[in-house]
């Protein structure tokens, strides 16, 4: 069919879409969105160097289209019907994160594009967490709970319909596309009204808050988006000009040159209220707002020191004591470019200067890169890190769950039963970025 459009269209319509859907439906993640916006200018303002740095990596046309978004679902189905729904807009599942060892009792994934020109286009990812209804311990609330998931349908008879179709044309036409667009949005939209009466209710919320938000609503509401920031501790301190109250410690690693991996902090919604079934009205907390700085992916070998420092690190009271604490035992990892690069923590991606390429023939496969960085020939680009971090996803989580803490799940990590659910394998982040960087490296004859 000629009239085809790609994944990456149909991405992008949906991430605007959405967007604007939960700018609608809570305000104030359209003044997010502005301070976001305003930082990242005069943060842009203030370095051109960062800006052509942004500029020639391909990174700066996505920072304004730039977010994830998060949702939780309640049964195998509902998460390998997103599988299905996210993959046609090129999207599928990477990673497994284990949140029941912090408390909360779910798994995940990200669903987000992999290849570099979709990334480079819009990363758009949803986390997406499972509802771990074996950890509840109390048997006839665990009962009730999938009795009622059983019952229910997130997705639209047309969204389910379109999904048929596209799975025997391979692809949607222009129009199909919109109209899948306008289906699947429905998923994710807010319900005031509860499926379920206020004692039922109220007794998953005793059990943890996380199996009402889950249990109790027709759809698997979006419950936050993030936009990327340059500067996100400039975003943290003015957040409450903004009328915004951050939680108080900015997640993940401290503030650095080179920075790297993911920082994050977030801000509690409002209290809304919602009607349940027997037209009793009272509130849910679940919508929130959430801001996230990228920085570079690390090697599995990166990755431990950073696990190791973390851990050494603890979790501080105020952000400001806890960022001190942070950059001195993060002392211990490198913040330059070339080291990380030299010392194997870090993915690059490499590209030939206009020089390099007329050497082309003098560069053999196995060279070492730094020579001919030093010499001018070749440029090594950090690769962003697009994924999450469980530690920093248990925070959020907490933050905005209204205790940080919580009650332990003491859940052991169930990556299987995750896969049978989502009715497929999650892809290694870590395979994902060393063949990025590997493909740069044979463009550049360097493998
Ligand atoms: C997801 C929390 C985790 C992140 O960015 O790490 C998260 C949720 O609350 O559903 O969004
Ligand atoms: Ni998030």
Redesign the pocket.
Known sequence: MANNITADDIREKFSQAMSAMYQQEVPQYGTLLELVADVNLAVLENSPDLQQQLENADELARLNVER?G???VGKAEELATLRRVFAVMGMVPVGYYDLSQAGVPVH?TAFRPIEDAALARNPFRI?T?LLRLELIDDEALRKTAAAILAERDIFTPRCRALLDIYDQQGAFTEAQADEFVTQALETFRWHSHATVDAQTYQAFHNQHRLIADVVCFRGCHI??L?PRTLDIDRVQALMPEYGIAPKAIIEGPPRRNFPILLR?TSFKALEEPIIFAGVHHGTHTARFG?I?QRGVALTPKGRALYDELLNEAGSGQDNFSHQQHLQEIFSRLPDSETLMRCQDLAYFRYRLTPVGEMHRQAIKPGDDPQPLIERGWLVAQPIIYED??PV??AG??QS?LGSEGGARSHGHSSRTAFEEALGAPVADEFELYQQASDRSKKRCGLL
């Open positions: 994830h998060a949702i939780r995940s986390f967490s419950n936050h993030t994050q959430e996230e999450f971090l920093s996803a959020i989580f905005n």
